[in-house]
């Protein structure tokens, strides 16, 4: 298949009247039974049969109509009740295998999902979703390049979600390779009668390390307004109106430092006290000098959503998100002169060793954000032969500007030179289209459900970095001849797919599926000067990645499944062309990259226990040109590269059970073995055999929640990860170090009370253990929670 092809079926020439629709996601039923007809304002369902999820309804999300891997999911209910949830991606805290890097309440830049077999560098291999719409940034991966790749959670708020389903491994046809490690699907709300809800939230943090002893505070509050048109609310329009503002501070990132080795013996230097010992991932000793990052970040977030009912059984949705994040970076240094006075850079003399503190050394950065999001749909859900659905999304850097001093404190807090780095107006964001459907053949019995689809997904990416006139704070960018760095390019996948599920027997069932897709990589350059400008010959590939599940009932309560699927992960925009340089970190990219092509498998075993279930699945990948960004070592310079092998083997104990032992006690937990290493590496061969980044060998997650009557709901929880390297040679012994990644076990607690039908108040402590922990940055210490709802 060519891209004319591709083209002409997202065309008008495209027999949509014979496509049917994807699915609504709901509440999980354990025993097998028939998929009801779904309309598109019912509550979402999702029901269980032969080990192969069917997801039903009619409003849009991302996922096909047959799941044929491992799937968890949590409930709005169970958010409320269980978890301290401040951002989106709270949500998934419990869910078995998943991680999300967030350093701090309304964490815009490092919040990044990890999985079974990858780690919290690589965002681009898990797929986020929203009502359908695509919400993982596919323009880079990870942190690199002066920016950020993580998944845009603010365009989400915990109170508009209705559920989260996590779909683990490239097993769908229906999605790309990034779906390697998994698939999140947010549904929020859209009401069926007159709602209204308004919530503030408040938290504290109490924050000792090294010479850092403050509190870090943080205000969150929100409304949200919807309802149903029509007499008794079954009119066709459905609308649904969202606002949140967030005021956080966060605790210290980053952290200026020294080793002893760089400072030269002598008296040459201000004398300054203050300064930490310690020793870095290395066990190299250094010294901690200050603090380089601390974020005070204000968010606002807005999204209206509208549904109308074209007819009984077609829904046509649009989406519209607003995200707007103003956010200030500030630094403090612990050295202090004779007099008392704090020294932020030039030549100072610690303990008898010289050491020269580069004017940006204690850095500090002004971001202004403001990003959009648009998503429409129009699907049938007759439950019928046919069903079908066309999507489009679009996000936008409206607005991306980051200002940072090239003087030294105190000088910059004031003003002075400084530089503007710009990926709005245009520059940078993406778009999708879909055309999907799903056929039912009749005569068959239902023996087979047969979803496919066509799709193209397109990314730009335009960083531009320049000296500024004036004023570092509000002055005007001085034009390309006082350019510092200018980056950008474009690629665009076109896919088409299939996938057929078939029960072939009375106990058993097969999902096969296929896809295909066709990736180009162009008008890709990078410059330092416009006289330096290095453009980049475009690139493309197509690929074909094959998918099957197989599932056999052994007894009416346990099923046996095994799935397979291969998925290619093709460089991201700014892995190819993103090289930056003139920061705190530089990186070099690498317009020659292979894309990863990842066989992934797991065999599970899934248990109905009447008043919960259970389920131990064994999982393996190999990985072959993954895709990895490295420090590296001895500098601030991070490299984006192919390693040649990765494997990994493991298990997955999960376990939900309600009313155990006692009426309103519910329990869960997970427990996860995961033998990652790398196999092949001939450009590092010191990698060779070591662990993969940032997947740790243990980890696992618990929580129970006793009810006691209607009003009441006391929830404690715990997550522990086992021991970890940030480095692939894992030469970073010492995790407990700032660029380390250590090992944890938290406690957190929550307590909610329903005060009457409209109001509801809940308090929470997370890490109540106070454990600390870090992953490249340090993580909250104990942080205290409250918040007071109301619900019409």
Known sequence: MNKTLLSLALGAAFPWSALPALAQNAVPVSKPSAAPAASADETPERVKSLGVVTVTGGRPTSLPTQIPTTIEGVTREEIETRINASDSEDALKYLPSLLVRKRYIG??????????????????????????????????????????????????????????????????????????????????????????????????????????????????????????????????????????????????????????????????????????????????????????????????????????????????????????????????????????????????????????????????????????????????????????????????????????????????????????????????????????????????????????????????????????????????????????????????????????????????????????????????????TVASTLPYAKRSESDVSPKAALAYQLTDDTVLKASVGRAMRYPTVGELYGATSGGALSFINDPTLKPEKSWTGELSLEKDLGNGTARATLFHETTKNALFNQLIPGSTVSRVQNVDKVRTTGVELAYTGQDVLMKGLDVGGSLTYANSRTVADAAFPAAVGKWQPRVPRVRSTAYATYKPDDRWAFTVAARYSGKQYSALDNSDVNAFAYFGASKYFTVDLRVRCQIDKQWSAAFGIDNANNYQYWNFHPYPQRTYTAELRFDL
């Open 107 to 528: 964490d815009y830049n490092h919040a990044i999902l990890s999985t079974r077999a990858s780690g919290t560098g690589n965002s681009a291999r898990s797929a986020v979703y929203a009502d359908g719409i695509l919400l993982s940034n596919y323009l880079g991966n990870g942190i690199a390049n002066g920016t950020n790749y993580a998944p845009r959670w603010g365009l989400v708020t915990p109170e508009e979600i209705e559920r989260v389903d996590v779909m683990y491994g490239p097993f769908s046809a229906a999605y790309p390779g990034n779906s390697a490690g998994a698939v999140v699907d947010f549904v929020t709300r859209m009401p069926t009668r007159l709602e209204a809800h308004v919530k503030a939230g408040y938290s504290s943090q109490p924050n000792d390390l090294y010479s850092t002893s403050k509190t870090f505070n943080s205000w969150q509050t929100s409304a949200s307004l919807g309802s149903r048109s029509g007499e008794n609310n079954e009119g066709p329009w459905s609308w649904w109106v969202d606002i949140n503002r967030t005021d956080s501070h966060g605790q210290p990132l980053t952290f200026t430092t020294a080793t002893l080795a760089s400072g030269v013996a002598g008296a040459r230097g201000t004398p300054v006290a203050g300064a930490v010992a310690g020793l870095n991932t290395t066990n190299t000793p250094w010294y901690i000098l200050g603090t380089g990052t601390a974020y005070h970040t204000i968010q606002d977030h807005a999204k209206i959503k509208l549904a109308y009912d074209l007819t009984p059984t077609i829904t046509a949705s649009y989406t519209l998100g607003y995200w707007q994040n103003t956010s200030e970076g500030r630094s403090a240094s612990y050295l202090n002169n004779a007099a008392g006075l704090p020294v932020y850079s030039g030549p100072v003399n610690i303990n008898g060793r010289s050491f020269t503190l580069a004017p940006t050394a204690f850095p500090l950065t002004n971001d202004s954000q403001t990003h959009t999001m648009h998503g429409l749909s129009v699907k049938s859900h007759t439950q019928g032969v046919f069903d079908w659905e066309v999507s489009a999304s679009l996000y936008d850097y409206s607005k991306d500007q980051q200002r940072a001093p090239t003087v030294a404190l105190p000088l910059a807090a004031f003003g002075g030179a400084g530089t503007l780095q710009d990926q709005g107006d245009g520059r940078t964001g993406w778009n999708t289209l879909a055309a999907k459907g799903t056929w039912r053949p009749q005569g068959d019995g239902g023996a087979h459900i047969v979803d496919f689809g066509v799709g193209r997904d397109a990314y730009k990416l335009g960083i531009q970095k320049s000296n500024v006139g004036g004023s570092w704070v509000d002055g005007p960018a001085l034009g390309s001849l006082s350019q510092v760095s200018n980056v950008g390019g474009r690629t665009e996948t076109l896919n088409a797919w299939v996938q057929d599920s078939w029960r072939f027997a009375p106990k058993w069932k097969t999902v096969l599926g296929l896809r295909y897709e066709d990736w180009q990589a162009t008008d890709g350059f990078t410059a330092t």
